[in-house]
């Protein structure tokens, strides 16, 4: 009844807020698996309201393996160094590129432990892409989803890996796609990292708080 009812406040609280950056993929471009993942990767460690845009630079020259491949590594730097780490995710690109080419024809594969095998990819972004491209129930665990799912005390973790294992046993499976995006927007917008924002809570009567100090 928690978990329902913690997913109905947020679908409420959130509907307004601007949508996670994979949906906004989704929206302007479709649901395109290897569009999804490799935005997934550009996202790692940057924030949305940079890597929509720097997403968009780049799908507007490339939106195939075989595309993003012909571009020259230092022309890729060039186009995705607004977002952080962009020499790395630049490398990453072109290999996530030639192994998909290499091993399943360009075609993003459906399994995790094939996803997993990706050059870049870890549970995160595997479990995003299971979720948003294939909608196959996986609870992708960012840093929002750890914080506030121990904020709620809904589960005593410390770890991303064992955020989603508690997870998995505590939310219906058809709730676990979702869960991601409520929390990413409620994250980002009222649970934020410090001093979050709990006067204007929608789940304020669920929540036990754990760990925070100061509050607004
Ligand atoms: S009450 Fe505060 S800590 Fe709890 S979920 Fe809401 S914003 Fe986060």
Avoid at 44 to 59: A, E, F, G, Y
Avoid at 62 to 71: F, G, H, Q
Wanted: some cysteine; glycine content about 4%; proline content about 5%.
């Amino acid at each position: 009844m928690t978990i329902k009812k913690i997913i109905d406040d947020l679908t409420l609280e959130t509907k307004n807020f601007t949508p996670t950056l994979i949906t906004q993929i989704i929206k302007n471009y479709g649901q395109d698996p290897f569009l999804i993942l490799i935005c997934c990767l550009l996202s790692l460690r940057s924030k949305d309201t940079v890597t929509i845009h720097v997403c968009n630079d780049l799908l507007k020259i490339a939106k195939t393996p075989k595309e993003i491949l012909a571009i020259p590594t230092d022309k890729l730097e060039k186009i995705i160094f607004k977002i952080g780490f962009y020499k790395n995710k630049a490398k990453t690109l072109h290999k996530v590129c030639k192994y998909l080419l290499e091993k399943y024809d360009g075609k993003v594969p459906q399994v995790e432990a094939k996803l997993l095998n990706l050059p870049g990819v870890g549970r995160k972004t595997a479990n995003l892409v299971l979720g948003l491209a294939f909608e196959r129930p996986a609870i992708c665990v960012d840093i929002h989803v750890h914080r506030i799912s121990n904020r709620l005390g809904l589960i005593k973790t410390k770890t991303p890996e064992e955020t989603e294992l508690a997870l998995q046993k505590i939310i219906d499976k058809k709730y676990w796609i979702i869960f991601n995006d409520l929390l990413v927007k409620h994250g980002q917008n009222i649970c934020t990292p410090t001093s979050p924002w709990c006067s204007k809570c929608k789940i304020k009567d669920l929540c036990k708080q754990v760990s925070v100090i100061k509050t607004r």
